[in-house]
Nanobody, 124 residues
Framework: QVQLVESGGGLVQAGGSLRLSCAAS????????MGWFRQAPGKEREFVGT????????SYADAVKGRFTISRDNAKNTVYLQMNSLKPEDTAIYYC?????????????????WGQGTQVTVSS
């Protein structure tokens, strides 16, 4: 069982930045692809981005491409989501997830473990 704990959410003005962290309990963290998803009120959970096990490849949703960056530190069992140029439409609960699959994991069903989420609110 992998436990994931997100942190770093908060309130920020449009154009600002936040960095989310997701700490994993699993010593074999490096064997999991890691993803970030978000869910706004009244909307379905949507893919934000993912990073492969080795950290060598990332993939992003078009809505955040060029503004958000995912990285991971396997020695610290932690994945990060750096969010720049934030917009009000980025307001959502952000979740990190861990999956054992290979390749780009960009759908919720490809992830076995989920964090509890952290709220990000961007004011206009």
């Amino acid at each position: 069982q992998v436990q994931l704990v997100e942190s770093g959410g908060g309130l920020v003005q449009a154009g600002g930045s936040l960095r989310l962290s997701c700490a994993a309990s699993e010593r074999t963290f490096g064997s999991y692809g890691m993803g970030w998803f978000r869910q706004a009120p009244g909307k379905e959970r949507e893919f934000v981005g993912t990073i492969m096990r080795s950290g060598g490849r990332t993939s992003y949703a078009d809505a955040v491409k060029g503004r958000f960056t995912i990285s991971r530190d396997n020695a610290k069992n932690t994945v990060y989501l750096q969010m720049n140029s934030l917009k009000p439409e980025d307001t959502a609960i952000y979740y990190c997830a861990a999956g054992r699959g290979f390749g780009v994991l960009d759908t919720p069903r490809e992830y076995e473990y989920w964090g509890q989420g952290t709220q990000v609110t961007v004011s206009s």
